[in-house]
């Protein structure tokens, strides 16, 4: 069975200040791993995908193999990154469709 | 404009009083799936479809049913709804299963 596991459910960190929104995961293969934003009121859309490892609004997230994680960085937060993160995995093979879910991590950026 | 619709947006029902949320894209899309949020637990799958007349289970399909007759339309149907399926629901859609998801607004219910 795939897992996915955010294990902070609040963060709050000050502008200016590197800011990680961790991620691990369960699969008995290589995934398919993705970070979603859900800014207040607005739909949950994508950030990026590690395939694609490139850098959105700053941020970025290296796929960790070893230590099965997905991290989410970003070295200098700013006030609009507020918003829950949602770390997801998306299997192959026979679970090719199969969209697993992190619980959801609510970044806050103070002034 | 590319979206995902979702009707109704708001519902309070009453337990056992089937009813249907519709989902539908413009974007030619072969895979859609519906979630449902609930807090401390994130976005949990409930069916997925790969395509016209291909539906799977996600991780929590008990109580639901779905049907994908039309590329562009995933009716999530609650035949007898009860007060553990109130949630916050999204349907999504993307070119694959391993590809970006787009979401609609979301369904809140409330099931009395």
């Known amino acids: 069975a795939q897992r996915v596991t955010q294990p902070e459910k609040l963060l709050s960190v000050f502008k200016g200040a590197p800011v990680e929104l961790k991620c691990n995961y369960s699969?008995?293969?290589?995934?398919?791993l993705f970070w979603y934003v859900q800014y207040s009121r607005q739909r949950l859309q994508l950030l990026l995908r590690?395939?694609s490892r490139e850098s959105i609004k700053g941020f970025t997230a290296d796929l960790n193999k070893g230590e099965t994680s997905f991290h989410l960085k970003k070295p200098f937060a700013q006030e609009e990154d507020s918003a829950m993160y949602y770390c997801?995995?998306?299997?192959?093979?026979?679970?090719?469709?199969?969209?697993?879910f992190g619980q959801g991590t609510i970044l806050t950026v103070h002034p | 404009e590319a979206q995902v619709t979702q009707n109704p947006r708001y519902l309070i029902t009453v337990t056992g009083k089937k009813l249907t949320v519709t989902c539908s894209q413009n974007?030619?899309?072969?895979?859609m799936s519906w979630y449902r949020q609930d807090p401390g637990l994130g976005l949990r799958q409930i069916y997925y479809?790969?395509?016209?007349?291909?539906?799977d289970k996600g991780d929590v399909p008990e109580g639901y049913k779905v049907s994908r007759k039309e590329k562009r339309n995933f009716p999530l149907i609650l035949e007898s709804p009860s007060p553990n399926q109130t949630s916050l629901y999204f349907c999504?859609?993307?070119?694959?299963?391993?590809?970006?998801?787009?979401f609609g607004d979301g369904t809140r219910l409330s099931i009395l």
């Open positions: 997801a995995l998306s299997g192959r093979g026979t679970s090719y469709g199969k969209l697993t």
């Open positions: 974007m030619n899309h072969e895979y």
């Open positions: 479809s790969m395509n016209v007349e291909v539906t």
């Open positions: 590690h395939i």
């Open positions: 699969y008995s293969g290589s995934p398919e």
């Open positions: 999504a859609s993307s070119l694959g299963g391993a590809q970006p998801q787009h």
